[in-house]
């Protein structure tokens, strides 16, 4: 699996995140380019990397370095506990 880097911390494409500013999501996102005000609007505490990726069609690498940046100015967080969760949309064998 493709880790990507955000200071010290290091996160991966089954991590999952959730906004956390005590702004509105919506005034958050009406501040942002419409690229990456699609990807904060989609951040639900239930979505990968890899699945945001795949809805947004966009690289796992472009997208964790968008929400790198979510992170840096404090709009997002990850929701512990779910970064070892298997999306979907890894490679993988998922079979029960």
């Known amino acids: 699996m493709t880790a ?11 991590t999952i995140f959730r906004v956390i ?5 919506v005034t958050l996102a009406s501040r942002l380019p419409r690229r990456e005000r699609w990807l904060l609007l989609l951040l ?3 979505r ?7 809805l ?4 796992e690498f472009d997208v964790a370095s ?4 979510f992170l840096q100015w404090r709009y997002i967080e990850p929701v512990p506990g779910e970064q070892d969760t298997i ?10």
Do not use: C, I, N
């Open 21 to 25: 500013s005590g702004t509105p999501t």
């Open 56 to 59: 947004t069609q966009r690289s």
């Open 87 to 96: 999306s979907p949309f890894e490679p993988g064998d998922h079979s029960a």
């Open 66 to 69: 968008t929400l790198a940046q």
């Open 44 to 46: 639900d505490g239930r």
């Open 4 to 14: 990507f880097r955000t200071q010290e911390k290091a996160f991966g494409a089954a």
């Open 48 to 54: 990968s990397v890899a699945h945001l990726a795949h």
